[in-house]
T-cell receptor
Framework: ETGVTQSPTHLIKTRGQQVTLRCSSQ?????VSWYQQALGQGPQFIFQ???????GRGNFPPRFSGLQFPNYSSELNVNALELDDSALYLC?????????????FGSGTRLTVV | DQQVKQNSPSLSVQEGRISILNCDYT??????FLWYKKYPAEGPTFLIS?????DKNEDGRFTVFLNKSAKHLSLHIVPSQPGDSAVYFC??????????????FGKGTKLSVKP
């Protein structure tokens, strides 16, 4: 049973650029949630995808968008990058929405915006 | 405005003793609480949870206590082991009135267990 894989592990982008982060969910999981963890903070909910549809969204602007594919993998896209977008981005997959105890987190993508 | 607060950024405990990690929340709609453990360069892993209909849940060395009137929960680790050294996050959710999958996390407490 494979876990959650995120790519890339690290990247550096310039302010104003766009970035795409990828997440492969654990086998059998149909729900993916994305979180942003700024330095010294806890993870903050961005949005969740369930069966290829957005199933909930946190307090993030529309320049944060996502996709989920038929194989349940997911992408997080961020447009017009700002310095404050520098953070660890975590993806978590689960058997369904609300299955918090069954969340499997990836190791994250460390994004640095300069 | 932080809805989940972990007021101790760090905690140091001797091996074999009890570790007590605390968490306070402000939103009375929260009805499910979880603790996650995070090692460096890894994602958080689920540790233990508790529903608001209970006041205690045990799993081996880990026990979570919930005091709804005080809006406070705590994680007890007995006995503490060096491998428990990690950052512990408290998280909460509401089954109504919020979006699905929306776990609210605290800032974490870094636990160091010294041999």
């Amino acid at each position: 049973e494979t876990g959650v894989t995120q790519s890339p592990t690290h990247l550096i982008k310039t302010r104003g650029q766009q970035v795409t982060l990828r997440c492969s969910s654990q086998s059998g999981h149909n729900t993916v949630s994305w979180y942003q963890q700024a330095l010294g903070q806890g993870p903050q909910f961005i949005f969740q995808y369930y069966r290829e549809e957005e199933n909930g969204r946190g307090n993030f602007p529309p320049r944060f968008s996502g996709l989920q594919f038929p194989n349940y993998s997911s992408e997080l896209n961020v447009n017009a990058l700002e310095l404050d977008d520098s953070a660890l981005y975590l993806c978590a997959s689960s058997l369904g929405p609300g299955q918090y105890y069954g969340y499997t987190f990836g190791s994250g993508t460390r994004l640095t915006v300069v | 405005d932080q809805q989940v607060k972990q007021n101790s950024p760090s905690l140091s405990v001797q091996e074999g003793r009890i570790s007590i990690l605390n968490c306070d929340y402000t939103n009375s709609m929260f009805d499910y609480f979880l603790w996650y453990k995070k090692y460096p360069a890894e994602g958080p892993t689920f540790l233990i949870s508790i529903s608001s209909i209970k006041d205690k849940n045990e799993d081996g060395r880990f026990t979570v206590f919930l005091n709804k009137s005080a809006k406070h929960l705590s994680l007890h680790i007995v006995p503490s082991q060096p491998g428990d050294s990690a950052v512990y996050f408290c998280a909460a959710s509401a089954s109504t009135g919020g979006s699905q999958g929306n776990l609210i996390f605290g800032k974490g407490t870094k636990l160091s267990v010294k041999p």
